[in-house]
T-cell receptor, first 112, second 112 residues
Framework: DSGVTQTPKHLITATGQRVTLRCSPRSGDLSVYWYQQSLDQGLQFLIQYYNGEERAKGNILERFSAQQFPDLHSELNLSSLELGDSALYFCASRATGDYGYTFGSGTRLTVV | SQELEQSPQSLIVQEGKNLTINCTSSKTLYGLYWYKQKYGEGLIFLMM?????EEKSHEKITAKLDEKKQQSSLHITASQPSHAGIYLCGADVPGSARQLTFGSGTQLTVLP
């Protein structure tokens, strides 16, 4: 157990639907990063939050959004889902001033 | 933007053989991370390198960062089936968020 918890582990949904992925960072870590891993694109950075505020955006679609709550857990919302959104979605957390990133075990999203 | 190129893309070795995986950056590396991933699972942190010429070892895995800080290598000595998986190099993207950008990965198969 890495200390970063992601739920659910697996998610199957239909095109056009909306889903929410949840991430609880390691205790005390203020930074949360979301990544998408697909076969054709590899591991791509989506978005980062630090202590509730958005810090950086990567290759995140407008249909996707995220937030970090006061208890530091984060949610990634994916809407108007398309077949191409099928991927593994990872969350990682990092402590302030620390160089190490701890990854969760991911959520496998399948859009049918 | 910074790009990381990993080689080879895949590697099949006999148990007991040594092997090397390379990661080359288009820009100077300020922090280079090596992760291992079992197919469909989370990323396991192996090592992090920062200084030119730095070398770190953990059990039978050694990682080096060259003096110019644009290339890193991961060397496995006397490979075992437990070493099989996908090896990913990731680089710190300079800036306040310090998200990671990743190479496309090297799929390692170790034949018993």
């Amino acid at each position: 157990d890495s200390g970063v918890t992601q739920t659910p582990k697996h998610l199957i949904t239909a095109t056009g639907q909306r889903v929410t992925l949840r991430c609880s960072p390691r205790s005390g870590d203020l930074s949360v990063y979301w990544y998408q891993q697909s076969l054709d694109q590899g591991l791509q950075f989506l978005i980062q939050y630090y202590n509730g505020e958005e810090r950086a955006k990567g290759n995140i679609l407008e249909r996707f959004s995220a937030q970090q709550f006061p208890d530091l857990h984060s949610e990634l919302n994916l809407s108007s889902l398309e077949l191409g959104d099928s991927a593994l979605y990872f969350c990682a957390s990092r402590a302030t001033g620390d160089y190490g990133y701890t990854f969760g075990s991911g959520t496998r999203l399948t859009v049918v | 933007s910074q790009e990381l190129e990993q080689s080879p893309q895949s590697l099949i070795v006999q148990e007991g053989k040594n092997l090397t995986i390379n990661c080359t950056s288009s820009k100077t590396l300020y922090g280079l991370y090596w992760y291992k991933q079992k197919y469909g699972e989370g990323l396991i942190f192996l090592m992090m390198l920062q200084k030119g010429g730095e070398e770190k070892s953990h059990e039978k895995i050694t990682a080096k960062l060259d003096e110019k800080k644009q290339q890193s290598s991961l060397h496995i000595t006397a490979s075992q089936p437990s070493h099989a998986g996908i090896y990913l190099c990731g680089a710190d993207v300079p800036g306040s968020a310090r998200q990671l950008t990743f190479g496309s990965g090297t799929q390692l198969t170790v034949l018993p």
